[in-house]
């Protein structure tokens, strides 16, 4: 699986973005997560919102409320809708599938090349 992930940019405090990340395939089975992290300069990359095929969402706590992930499989695009963006939120962002192939059983965990976000103040 290849992940190409864009719509990064500049932005004001206050202001949004929205991210994609196109997918060469998109496995959305029960267990299979397609999610964003973050990393931000001098620190880990952190989780900032993943789904799965069962339409399960989870947010990490800085991301409740502002922003929001979805997946249409008819475009094998995930989507990172970012509102009320702050200085915090600046970073790399980073699309991931993983979870096991259900035709192989085989664990999969895929990253894309990321797409810098920066929020001035």
């Known amino acids: 699986v290849q992940l190409q992930a864009s719509g990064g940019g500049l932005v004001q405090a206050g202001g949004s973005l929205r991210l994609s990340c196109a997918a060469s395939e998109m496995i959305l089975g029960v267990n299979n997560f397609m999610a964003w992290y973050r990393q931000a300069p001098g620190k880990q990359r952190e989780l900032v919102a993943e789904t799965t095929g069962s339409n399960r969402v989870n947010y990490a706590n800085s991301a409740k409320g502002r922003f929001t992930i979805s997946a249409d499989k008819t475009k094998n695009t995930l989507y990172l809708q970012m509102n009320s963006l702050q200085p915090d939120d600046t970073g790399v962002y980073y699309c991931?599938?993983?979870?096991?192939?259900?035709?192989?059983?085989?664990?999969?965990?895929?990253w894309g090349q990321g797409t810098q976000v920066t929020v001035s103040s």
């Open positions: 991931n599938a993983n979870g096991p192939d259900p035709r192989t059983a085989i664990e999969y965990d895929y």
